[in-house]
């Protein structure tokens, strides 16, 4: 991804970007999305923020939410980006994932949050109002409002 997003005409990058969209297009049309996804919509129609670019930053936030619920999983993930995990606990480890997802937006020069865009909490209501549905449903660990707003004040950069 940072080689293709600072190396915008290296077509191997950009091959391997296109592969790696149609392979998680192939898995979200299995497995469904979720709170970042779902959150990422109604940051567009309010804040014309872009899809691709919401998803990103919110990504880690959502991720670290839902360690407790898919720990596991993010030791996989944390294996497969090549952490050495090897004396971490499953939390560590699995937080390791979400620490090497930041790393590599910010290699990549991407915002760790979306600050820049001057979201106003008098917003958040309606953010979370329009969220809910088919990916918020799907999110790995329950979400309340409460969480989306504390979600939403880290994302922000307001917290
Ligand atoms: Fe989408």
Partial sequence: MVKAVKEGKNLEARKDMAMSALLSGLCLS???LGAAHALSHP???YYKIPHGLSCTVLLPYVMEY??????KKLVKIAESLGENISLLSETEAA??????????LSQAGINSN???WE????DFSRLIKDA????LNNNPRDISDENLIELLYKMTGLY
Avoid: D, F, R
């Fill in 95 to 104: 937080q390791k994932a979400v620490e090497k997802i930041k790393e590599v």
């Fill in 43 to 45: 940051l567009g129609v």
């Fill in 66 to 71: 839902n360690l407790p619920v898919v720990t």
């Fill in 132 to 135: 809910k549905g088919g990916s």
């Fill in 30 to 32: 299995n497995s469904g």
């Fill in 114 to 116: 979306l600050s820049e």
């Fill in 119 to 122: 979201i106003k909490k008098e």
